[in-house]
């Protein structure tokens, strides 16, 4: 034992820090996280356990089954569209020869992901605005469409999150895709090209089998991001819009935060955090990832 | 793939070609054009900014906005406190991470196996899921309002210790082993041989943490709510969206807003062309470690 020490106490202690961090900000913010959901936490006084009836208030709270459900539409459709717009981009791009305009492209492409969505937000609030705004001048000038206040509008508030997302984002996935297709062996295509295949055959025959394993880490990484969504929301709600796209993690931070319920907003953390588990969980069965 | 995919491009290819080259040009513009119109925004007077126009280059270009913002909304106080925790914040991280991950690299240390599960559970916790117990932690910590609390969110993740530990691998350990032998410590070891052999993934590492706690936000905004504290995303924020709450003394015109987002993405930019390889080499590893 004492031998241990001497010959790695200095690897141990290079690990001191970092286990300490974990404890303080990963294990024990979780467990007490737990505690507080059985608890009426107050700011001083006693906090007593009161059961589940936090998980009550939150079960019955139809606010609640209402973000859950903008969470599933709004992550969902960024899901859906995060995954397929990159991709096309990927095997379009990939069909170009010039090396320069490639690395020009994704390089462009990319920069959105690289700010943050007070920027990204700020930017599209503006873009979007109805009397200033680019997008309403251009489709008013160009094809006489009036303009519409697209982040007021209800009908319209959901596909902004999810058109907004899409494009601050694809250029990230757009890269993972590319990766996939230059690790794909040259002689399937020079295989393919000796049987008369055309472009198209061989980027439905070849490329697309080729890089399903990386469509299924892109799809497993971005399943992980749905019940996430925060500071997009948070940037470009407004109180027209609220009911259709306050997300679940603005609840717990309405709750926790601004109502100061911190209880119950422990509890809707809990449930977050069980239902992200499940969605890995499914994902992962789906994609049969382990096999990968 | 070379040339010789398409040796015999026939005009139907050709058509093809320009089709695409079509789609991706108009891609490319779909993220021009909004930083065109933010930049013409933010040179412009503040009249002119107010006007619905289509402004793609300056119009009555002036600094203004930037003045503005400067001077009389103080936003060089966000702008301080966003660089000191992003500095110290991003130093500390890259330190802890290469420490831990110095350590997982040693073939046989007892425990190893414990560690490493220890690190990768932290990676399955959704941090967003911890949001309030972390909120109560800090208070009762009595760090809520403080810089401190932003600098130790995040001061070290799994993530980047993997990241750190898979850049050490590529460096033989017999190095480390013969350097040993002559009498060096770990910490020798550490800090003169593997932190000087790993510059990429130093690089990496460096630029991932630093883009994540410049462009960080849920943070501040439930930890910080002493404006003196804010930070540069929590100040743009209310400037930009908050717009009733903020111009009960003036109004805050287009051009300032604008000249906000500039300098808040100016320091991402401008690193960018230089340090792009870095982040295509990380994202691909980092995707391959989930």
Known sequence: MLKTWCKYGALYLMMVPVICYFLVYGYYPLARGLQISFQDYRLIGNRPYIGFDNYGTVWHDPNFWKSLTNTLVIGGGSLVCGFLAPLIIALSLNEVLKSWFKKTAQMILYVPHLLSWVVVGGMWIYLLSPDTGLVNLLLQRTLDIPPVHYLAESGWARVVMILVATWKDMGYNCILFLAGIVAINPSLYEAARLDGATRWQQVRYVTLPQIQSTMKVVLLLNTLGVLRIFDQVFVLRNNSTAPDVDVLMYYTYQKGILDFHVGVAAAASMLVLIFTLLLTLIVRKLTRFDEV | ?290
């Open chain 2, 1 to 290: 793939m070379g040339i010789e995919r398409f040796e015999r491009a026939g005009w139907g290819s050709r058509v093809f070609d320009a089709i695409n080259l079509l789609f991706l040009l108009l891609l490319m513009l779909t993220m021009i054009i909004p930083f065109l119109n933010v930049i013409s925004l933010s040179l412009s007077s503040g009249v002119a900014s107010m006007q619905p126009d289509i402004i793609l280059l300056p119009k009555d270009f002036s600094f203004e906005g930037y003045k503005i913002i400067w001077t009389s909304l103080d936003i060089w106080r966000p702008f301080v406190n966003s660089v000191t925790v992003t500095v110290t914040g991003t130093l500390l991280h890259v330190l802890l991470s290469s420490l831990a991950g110095y350590v997982l690299v040693h073939p046989y240390v007892p425990g190893k196996k414990l560690m490493i599960t220890f690190i990768l559970i932290t990676m399955m916790i959704p941090q967003e899921a911890v949001l309030i117990p972390l909120y109560v932690v800090n208070k009762d910590l009595h760090l809520i309002n403080t810089l401190s609390v932003l600098v130790l969110s995040g001061l070290v993740s799994g993530f980047s210790i993997l990241l750190m530990r898979n850049f050490f691998l590529s460096i033989p350990y017999e190095i480390a082993e013969s350097a040993k032998i002559d009498g060096a410590g770990e910490f020798w070891v550490f800090g003169a041989i593997y932190m000087r052999l790993a510059t990429a993934g130093l690089a990496t590492v460096t630029l991932f943490e630093f883009v994540r706690r410049w462009n960080m936000f849920t943070e501040p905004l439930v930890f910080i709510n002493d404006s003196m504290k804010y930070t540069l995303q929590l100040a743009l924020k209310s400037m930009i969206v908050d717009t009733s709450a903020t111009s009960s003394t003036y109004m805050v015109t287009t051009n300032v807003k604008m000249a906000g987002i500039i300098i808040a993405i100016l320091p991402l930019i401008a690193i960018y062309p230089f340090v792009q390889r870095f982040f295509m080499k990380g994202i691909l590893l980092g995707a391959s470690k989930e």
